[in-house]
C-alpha cells in the first residue's frame, strides 16, 4: 500500500540532508533568521537564493509555517467552520468508505479530505457555506443525474446540500471509483 502523507514527508526529512546539505532544523533556522515569512517568500528564498527543488522547498516552507504541524481532527474541523450543517454529510461519507477497511487511507488536507487506495480515488471538499461537493476519479464514465463532469484528478462531481443525498447512486458511484483505485 502506498504510504501516508506523513511517511512521505518524514521520508523527505530524512533525506534532506543528504539532498540539500542541510537538515530541517537548520533550514528552519535559515529561514527564520532570513526574515521570510508567508509560504511564497520561504519559497523564493529557498528555490531562488539556495537552489532547493520544489518539493523539498515547499516542505521546509510548510514546516516553517506550521502547516505540518495540524492534526487531522483540526484540519477537517476548520473546514467546517460556518459550515457546520455540512458536517454529518462529511460523516455520513467517512463511516461509508471506512468500511472499505484497510486499504483505505483517509488524508484531511486544510480544504479538503483524500480518500485514497493504491491512488486517490475521491475528494470531499465542503465547496460553499450550503455544498459539499463529493470529487470522484470515474474516467470513462459518461456522467448521469448527478454525476456531473469534471476535470483534473476528480474526473466527476456531485454535490450534497443534505446528507439525505448521500444514497444509494451515490455510494455506487463512490465503490466504484474505490475499486478502480485498487
Same mark, same amino acid.
Given at each position: 500500500?502506498?504510504?501516508?502523507?506523513? &511517511?512521505?514527508?518524514?521520508?523527505?526529512?530524512?533525506?534532506?540532508?543528504?539532498?540539500?546539505? $542541510?537538515? *530541517?532544523?537548520?533550514?528552519?533556522?535559515? !529561514?527564520?533568521?532570513?526574515?521570510?515569512?508567508?509560504?511564497?517568500?520561504?519559497?523564493?528564498? *529557498?528555490?531562488?537564493?539556495?537552489?532547493?527543488?520544489?518539493? #523539498?522547498?515547499?516542505?521546509?516552507?510548510?514546516?516553517?509555517?506550521?502547516? *505540518?504541524?495540524?492534526?487531522?481532527?483540526?484540519?477537517?474541523?476548520?473546514?467546517?467552520?460556518?459550515?457546520?450543517? *455540512?458536517?454529518?454529510?462529511?460523516?455520513?461519507?467517512?463511516?461509508?468508505?471506512?468500511?472499505?477497511?484497510?486499504?483505505?487511507? !483517509?488524508?484531511?488536507?486544510?480544504?479538503?479530505?483524500?480518500?485514497?487506495?493504491?491512488?486517490? #480515488?475521491?475528494?470531499?471538499?465542503?465547496?460553499?457555506?450550503?455544498?459539499?461537493?463529493?470529487?470522484?476519479?470515474?474516467?470513462? !464514465?459518461?456522467?448521469?443525474?448527478?454525476?456531473?463532469?469534471?476535470?483534473?484528478?476528480?474526473?466527476?462531481?456531485?454535490?450534497?446540500?443534505?446528507?439525505?443525498? #448521500?444514497?444509494?447512486?451515490?455510494?455506487?458511484?463512490?465503490?466504484?471509483? #474505490? &475499486? $478502480?483505485?485498487?
Amino acid at each position: 500500500m502506498a504510504k501516508s502523507p506523513e &511517511e512521505l514527508a518524514q521520508t523527505m526529512i530524512d533525506n534532506l540532508p543528504a539532498k540539500t546539505g $542541510r537538515s *530541517l532544523p537548520e533550514w528552519q533556522k535559515l !529561514v527564520a533568521t532570513s526574515g521570510a515569512a508567508k509560504h511564497g517568500e520561504i519559497m523564493k528564498l *529557498l528555490k531562488g537564493e539556495h537552489g532547493v527543488s520544489h518539493g #523539498f522547498a515547499n516542505l521546509i516552507a510548510q514546516k516553517c509555517i506550521g502547516n *505540518l504541524d495540524v492534526s487531522d481532527d483540526d484540519l477537517v474541523a476548520n473546514q467546517y467552520k460556518g459550515k457546520e450543517s *455540512l458536517k454529518p454529510i462529511h460523516d455520513a461519507i467517512i463511516d461509508y468508505v471506512n468500511a472499505y477497511g484497510g486499504e483505505l487511507d !483517509v488524508s484531511p488536507k486544510k480544504t479538503s479530505v483524500s480518500l485514497r487506495r493504491k491512488k486517490q #480515488f475521491a475528494l470531499i471538499q465542503p465547496s460553499t457555506k450550503t455544498r459539499i461537493d463529493l470529487g470522484l476519479n470515474l474516467k470513462g !464514465v459518461a456522467p448521469e443525474g448527478r454525476l456531473e463532469a469534471m476535470s483534473g484528478m476528480c474526473t466527476h462531481k456531485i454535490r450534497l446540500t443534505h446528507v439525505d443525498e #448521500f444514497d444509494g447512486d451515490v455510494k455506487r458511484w463512490l465503490d466504484q471509483a #474505490f &475499486e $478502480r483505485a485498487g
